[in-house]
């Protein structure tokens, strides 16, 4: 059985980092790109970030650009996002997912096969 187990989330101030961390069994996701998706209530599920299976190529949205950085430990069977310099607007659900086979990545929810459960990260100004 797949699942992705994320951690790292909670309260912060406005200007504080924190880091997700998002750990896959039951498979290894070593040849597949992964992403970091959040989901603010009423809104859409967007991708912050998304990674390629050999770190090379990333990806991140403009309203994440210079402030989060994704990584990625395929011994480990992980990936983590670092998030810095957080803002109000960054409070949101915040999932990580995997595709199902190799590729690059995808930045839409539809790429993705499978998903962490969420954690929550909240930014207070």
């Known amino acids: 059985q797949v699942q992705l187990v994320e951690s790292g989330g909670g309260l912060v101030q406005a200007g504080d980092s924190l880091r997700l961390s998002c750990t896959a069994s039951g498979r290894t996701f070593s040849s597949s790109a992964m992403g970091w998706f959040r989901q603010a209530p009423g809104k859409e599920r967007e991708c912050v970030a998304a990674i390629g299976w050999s770190a090379r190529s990333t990806y991140y949205a403009d309203s994440v650009k210079g402030r989060f950085v994704i990584s990625r430990d395929n011994a480990k069977n992980t990936v983590v996002l670092q998030m810095n310099s957080l803002k109000p607007e960054d409070t949101a659900v915040y999932y990580c997912?995997?595709?199902?086979?190799?590729?690059?990545?995808?930045?839409?929810?539809?790429?993705?096969?499978?998903w962490g459960q969420g954690t929550q990260v909240t930014v207070s100004s």
């Open positions: 997912a995997a595709r199902r086979s190799e590729g690059g990545y995808g930045t839409k929810a539809s790429d993705y096969a499978y």
